[in-house]
């Protein structure tokens, strides 16, 4: 876990997301009219400092894919704010929107799908290089391509290749270097090593670690389970159907956890000390449809400790401590 790069009073954050909500419309009837929505992502609040990574947790469907995507505005959010340097980039036309997206880049879940087949290595990663027409000349634009591979660990070999000559962790080096050849500043990583062998999750994870040292890369991490995120972030946010349901500093949200549903995904983390026992909560039941979420704290049907008042109002996401904001009732 790293200590939160220090933000001075001055300094405003890089990416600042202001109650952001996507719903998606169900549609019904001869007329195929709304009749009810399905909220992916409801309300979601933070900020992230430049060079920092804020780790964003939960189960599948709990909206953290979305989040991203709608920051990215790769999903047009319903409704909210997106501010990334300053600039909103929610109301923004299609050109700055272009322009934006230099620095602000994704790395997608399975570089199986995200690499288009039928292009060359050297055509997926120049792409971009092309488009925002960053090299002037064919000389300097093989020279930035071979750069870009050695920089994620692949060499000039590779250039001439397709896909499928590469392993599931080659595969998500070339998604990584696509990434960055446009020098952005954020990189949404949406679950990159998901899809991955475990051996091999670590080696990626510590590719980004390194490249965001040597490039002051600021990372939305977003992961299915906290032990994928618990050495890179600084800051750990969690997401419960939609919503944030608790964001701390790592050390804190893994040392104190303040929510219920926190302590249970904590609890299913490995630890490496085999002497040591932890007692793992088992939640029962799955997720419940996001279009008909249970009345009052929405996590209250899966709770172990939930009470009366948990059925009926819904807990709102406030400070219990240092930078540490939790929703639950049990924080009153
Ligand atoms: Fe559990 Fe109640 Fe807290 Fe919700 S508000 S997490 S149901 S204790």
Redesign the pocket.
């Known amino acids: 876990m790293t200590d939160t790069p220090s933000m001075t009073a001055s300094s405003a954050p890089l990416l600042e997301v202001k109650g952001l909500t996507k719903y998606f419309p169900i549609k019904g009837g001869i007329f195929g009219r709304e009749v009810d929505r399905l909220h992916a992502v409801d309300g979601v609040s933070f900020n992230i400092a430049a060079g920092e990574t804020l780790g964003m947790v939960g189960e599948s469907g709990c909206g953290k894919s979305t989040t991203g995507r709608c920051i990215l505005r790769l999903i047009e959010p319903s409704s909210g704010e997106v501010h990334f340097q300053g600039q909103n980039v929610s109301t923004m036309g299609s050109d700055a929107l272009r322009e934006v997206r230099r620095d602000m880049q994704i790395i997608f879940q399975d570089p199986y799908a995200s690499l288009n087949p039928r292009m060359t290595v050297e055509a997926i990663i120049g792409e971009a290089l092309t488009i925002h027409k960053l090299t002037p000349s064919p000389e300097s634009y093989r020279a930035r391509i071979v750069d870009l591979l050695e920089t994620v660990g692949l060499n000039a070999d590779h250039m001439k290749r397709f896909p499928h000559e590469f392993s599931g962790g080659q595969r998500q080096r070339i998604g990584i270097a696509r990434a960055l050849a446009v020098s952005p500043k954020l990189i949404v990583c949406d679950e990159p090593v998901s899809a991955l062998d475990v051996s091999i999750q670590a080696q990626v994870i510590n590719l980004l670690e390194d490249l965001q040292a040597k490039m002051g890369l600021t990372y939305l991490f977003i992961a299915h389970d906290l032990s994928v995120v618990e050495h890179i972030s600084n800051r750990v946010a969690v997401m419960y159907l939609g919503r944030v ?1 608790e964001i701390a500093p790592s050390r804190q949200l893994y040392t104190q956890p303040k ?3 926190t302590e249970a995904l904590l609890s299913a983390v490995p630890i490496p000390d085999p002497k040591a026992k932890k007692k793992r909560i088992v939640l029962t039941g799955d997720v419940p449809n996001p279009v008909n979420r249970p009345s ?5 049907p ?6 009366d ?3 009926t ?1 819904e ?1 709102v996401l406030k400070l219990v401590g240092d930078q540490h904001q939790a ?5 009153d």
């Open positions: 349901v929510h219920p549903y009052g704290c929405h996590f209250h899966r709770c172990p400790k939930a009470m008042r948990c059925r109002e807990p929703a639950c009732h049990l924080n």
